[in-house]
Nanobody, 117 residues
Framework: QVQPAESGGGVVQAGDSLTLSCSVS?????????VSWYRQAPCKEREVIGT????????HYADTMRGRFTIYRNYHENRAWLHMNGLKPEDSVIYYC?????????WGQGTQVTVSS
């Protein structure tokens, strides 16, 4: 079973930057993995931030997420990253990564980001 694991959340000030990490607990990313980042506010639907393909490193972002969010991956560290700039209080939500494999989408437990004004 694939178990994504997010880390790096915490409490930051408005305007700060923060980088979140996604790894595969007890495993590794493989060539055709597509790692997606989502976020979810309380009582709202989960919304996609963007996606990166593990092998090629091709990135795609949701239109509403362009500009302040950057997704990248590090082959040697076996991690995918979500870098966020200019954080705002409304970015205070839980961030998730997921990995689809063989028609199953595996989700991590999420990491909470809190932005204080």
């Amino acid at each position: 079973q694939v178990q994504p694991a997010e880390s790096g959340g915490g409490v930051v000030q408005a305007g700060d930057s923060l980088t979140l990490s996604c790894s595969v607990s007890g495993g590794t990313f493989v060539g055709d993995d597509m790692v997606s980042w989502y976020r979810q506010a309380p009582c709202k639907e989960r919304e996609v931030i963007g996606t990166i393909t593990w092998d090629a490193g091709s990135r795609h972002y949701a239109d509403t997420m362009r500009g302040r969010f950057t997704i990248y991956r590090n082959y040697h560290e076996n991690r995918a990253w979500l870098h966020m700039n200019g954080l705002k209080p409304e970015d205070s939500v839980i961030y998730y990564c997921n990995i689809p494999r063989e028609s199953v989408v595996y989700w991590g437990q999420g990491t909470q980001v809190t932005v204080s004004s």
